[in-house]
Each structure stands twice: as C-alpha cells, then as structure tokens.
C-alpha cells in the first residue's frame, strides 16, 4: 500500500464492488482489541486510497451488539484515514422520512446495552466530548455529494441506536416517535464515539428501508423488506462516495475532531499503566509524550 486511504466506509460487503474504484487490494488487520469485523478492500477513486470494511462481516453473519466496533475504527486509524462514512440502513420514524429516502444525520441516542463503547479505561480515565456526535463539516460534504444522487436527501435528523438484533415493539417505535426522534437503527452507537475518540472526522448516510413498527398503513418491519431496499439504495450509496471523495483534501479547518482528546484525559500520566499507554500509543502518543 503505497498511498494512505484518506477515506474509510463501513458498511455492506456489497460497497466496494462499483465502477470506478480500481487497484483493489485486500488487507488483513490484526489490532490491541482483536480483529475487525472483515479485511479491509482498499482501492482508488478520483485517484485517492479510499478503504472499505464490512461492518458485519463478509456474508453478514455478525450480529449487531457482536460487532467489535473498537477493532473496526482502530484498523482504520492504522490506516491511516482521516475521514469515516458510516452507511446504515435504519427504519423512519417520521412520516415524511419515507423508504428510499437518505438521511445524514446531525444528532445520536445510545440505546445499546452491551457494547464496549469506548477504547480507554484499564487506569486510564477520559471524558469525550459528544456533543456533536457528527462531524459537521463531513456531513456536510456528505450531503452535497448525496444530493447529487436522484434519491431524496434529508439534512438532518435524530438517530437512535437499539441494542437489537430483534426489531422494535409498536410501544417502543411510538415512544421514540413522541421524543422527536426521527430515525432508528442497530449500528451507529459507538461507532460515531470511536470515531471522535479516534480523533477522526465521522459522518452517517443512513438509508431508510422501512416505517419501523408505528405507522399503521404500513407492514411492520421485516428482514425481507430490509434486503429488497438495501439493494436499490446500495448503487445510490456507491455514486454518494464516489461524489465525496474528490472533494476531500486533508483536515477541514473548521472542526475540532483531530484534537477531541486534547481536553479529555484526566488521569495523571504518570498514573496510566504502562501496559495501558502500550495499548493506546497510537491514540495518545501526541498528548503523552515524554
């Protein structure tokens, strides 16, 4: 590998087989918190190295809540990458987000229960800042570059994350809907975390396949209609990344997600386990310096 992927994608197996990229080559990562989820695909469009990972796995036989969401943005913080797009398929809750529309969210609820939510402890404490859980300048490419596609585009929008696999009772669907919540899905808590603590620029194009549980002129949400509008929205997908990736060019100049941690460690550093700052030198190195 020649030339760092200033672009990482996670998502389906399916996303890196479109034309435009070439020179694909694959490459098996190991890191401190185990193996991602699949290799890494890495290939070239507009003539930059953007990498491609399968969130569950090639064939998708990983479980949202057994994704190892550390290992997946730690691989491509190893890489090299500063930028992330996230791909995810999510239910609507609002009935003007309707199937087939794509959304770029701006805000995320965590409601996952068993996930490894973050790469620090062990003796080492750290606080991020999530308050903009999205990288805003990212998204903002990111919905001119989806924008140029035919599908609808919403520029904003509330997502929240179920622990899964199981989908959403019609209580639970009305009372997300009664928060002002606008999309839900299985997948985006932590990854937008890691990425931050990662101090790498994350953005989300979820994809909407369904209405979830609460809309009453409509089926509930089942894994067929799932597939059947994944597979429309995946060309879609493909041609949004393809528009993004010429306007990437470095560190915007407006955001602060190189520097997240600047402001977050708060363990004396004379006080971190040496097997701990061990495991983190790639995160910490610039902030622990000896």
């Given at each position: 590998m020649t030339q760092k992927p200033i672009l990482g994608v996670i998502g389906g197996s399916g996303l890196y087989n479109f034309?435009?990229?070439?020179?694909?080559?694959?490459?098996?990562?190991?890191?401190?918190?185990?193996?991602?989820?699949?290799?890494?695909?890495?290939?070239?469009?507009?003539?930059?190295?953007?990498?491609f990972l399968a969130r569950h796995g090639l064939g998708h036989f990983i479980s949202p809540g057994e994704i190892n969401y550390r290992a997946n943005i730690y691989a491509l913080k190893q890489l090299g990458v500063h930028y992330i797009i996230g791909i995810s398929a999510c239910g609507s809750l609002r009935e003007d987000y309707a199937p087939g529309d794509f959304v770029v969210p701006d805000q995320l609820i965590d409601f996952?229960?068993?996930?490894k939510s973050s790469f620090f402890g062990e003796g080492l404490v750290v606080h991020i800042s999530s308050a903009d859980p999205f990288c805003p300048n990212l998204s903002q490419l990111l919905i001119q570059a989806a924008s140029m596609t035919p599908a609808n585009v919403h520029k904003s929008g509330t997502f929240v994350t179920i622990e899964g696999p199981r989908f959403s009772t019609r209580g639970e669907s009305h009372l997300f809907r009664s928060w002002g919540i606008s999309i839900i899905g299985m997948t985006t808590s932590p990854e937008a975390y890691l990425a931050r603590e990662a101090e790498l620029c994350y953005a989300s194009l979820a994809h909407i396949t369904d209405y979830d549980a609460w809309h009453l002129d409509e089926e509930p949400v089942n894994v067929e209609m799932v597939v059947r509008t994944l597979a429309q929205n995946t060309e879609t997908a493909q041609t949004a990344i393809a528009n993004l990736v010429p306007v990437l060019d470095g560190r915007g100049s407006n955001c602060d997600c190189d520097r997240a941690l600047e402001k977050a460690l708060i363990t004396n550093p004379a006080m971190i386990p040496p097997e701990t700052r061990k495991k983190l030198a790639l995160l910490l190195d610039k902030y622990l310096k000896e």
């Open positions: 034309s435009g990229l070439t020179d694909v080559q694959t490459v098996d990562l190991d890191t401190p918190f185990g193996k991602p989820s699949s290799p890494v695909f890495i290939g070239k469009l507009a003539d930059k190295s953007v990498a996952s229960r068993q996930r």
